[in-house]
T-cell receptor
Framework: DTGVSQDPRHKITKRGQNVTFRCDPISEHNRLYWYRQTLGQGPEFLTY????????KSRLLSDRFSAERPKGSFSTLEIQRTEQGDSAMYLCASSLPTTRDEAFFGQGTRLTVV | AQSVTQLGSHVSVSEGALVLLRCNYS??????LFWYVQYPNQGLQLLLK??????LVKGINGFEAEFKKSETSFHLTKPSAHMSDAAEYFCAVSERASGTYKYIFGTGTRLKVLA
């Protein structure tokens, strides 16, 4: 296991289409996070899973966004009816259950909505 | 609520010169602090972290940072810049109050290294 894996790396979609991104965390990590990063900004928290339970969602996560983590393994982030404002880098991170451990980030999925 | 402020969105240094990237935090509880580096179109890589204990923290690639509670700062330094250090650097605080330990990131500092 070499790290957090995200797929696809890049996605171009037309406005109004649905997109789904996948994240495979490091295998022993039970915490999984999704962040969104727009140009010139730091990553912003979207949602958090502990095992399969989604424990927190940011107000940034509108009802067009949904995330799942079935069986506490990989996670998916779906955006329905995409808007140009959804264009961003979507980053996934995972960490161990101990509280002081750092999060390991994937390389991200860059979404462009045209 | 916790927050992070990074002073200077762009910093330029000459190769071999001292690198100093500034980070100030706001936290009502003892913070966990992190510095991450991001290369173009890549994810974030951890440089170093402070949780408890020694206030001078050494990280990868010759970087270090000092936690100063009195100044609420966690500035990142490197004695001698290398061309390969050109990247964007993010300071983050771990928000423990909510129990999620999610990160609150600063807006980043883009480091340019001049030959």
């Amino acid at each position: 296991d070499t790290g957090v894996s995200q797929d696809p790396r890049h996605k171009i979609t037309k406005r109004g289409q649905n997109v789904t991104f996948r994240c495979d965390p490091i295998s022993e990590h039970n915490r999984l996070y999704w962040y969104r990063q727009t140009l010139g900004q730091g990553p912003e928290f979207l949602t958090y899973f502990q095992n399969e339970a989604q424990l927190e969602k940011s107000r940034l996560l509108s009802d067009r966004f949904s995330a799942e983590r079935p069986k506490g393994s990989f996670s998916t982030l779906e955006i329905q009816r995409t808007e140009q404002g959804d264009s961003a880098m979507y980053l996934c991170a995972s960490s161990l259950p101990t509280t002081r451990d750092e999060a390991f980030f994937g390389q991200g999925t860059r979404l462009t909505v045209v | 609520a916790q927050s992070v402020t990074q002073l200077g969105s762009h910093v330029s240094v000459s190769e071999g010169a001292l690198v100093l990237l500034r980070c100030n935090y706001s936290s009502s509880v003892p913070p966990y602090l992190f510095w991450y580096v991001q290369y173009p179109n890549q994810g974030l890589q951890l440089l170093l972290k402070y949780t408890t204990g020694a206030t001078l923290v050494k990280g990868i690639n010759g970087f270090e940072a000092e936690f100063k509670k009195s100044e609420t700062s966690f500035h990142l330094t490197k004695p001698s810049a290398h061309m390969s250090d050109a990247a964007e650097y993010f300071c983050a605080v771990s928000e423990r109050a909510s129990g999620t330990y999610k990160y609150i990131f600063g807006t980043g500092t883009r480091l340019k290294v001049l030959a």
